[in-house]
């Protein structure tokens, strides 16, 4: 089973959405943080995979300073639900923030 969440898929966290649209950013923040580098990683690793999909995605307090974002970064419609930091974080590829709430 994956996610509710129109064409996301990732697998089922808990009630029906996975730990990247699941919105309890208390319960899941320590296991969104690897699950998130694990599949920023994979885009990375993957020639297949022309950008990351992040869309809709409900962040906990996050950091992505320091981090190279290689491929088009698509972060429409996401939820920033506390701390974002992009401190010296580099976009190689567009990045898309398109209706993410802040
Ligand atoms: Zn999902």
Redesign the pocket.
Known sequence: MT?A?KD?P?PIWRDE??I??HEDVAAKKDEFDVAFKRYFDACNEDDEIKKYNFRGFVFPDVSFSHWEFLKHANFSKSQFSGVADFTDSQFSGSAFFNWAVF
């Open positions: 996610c969440y996301c990732h959405h996975c990247f649209h």
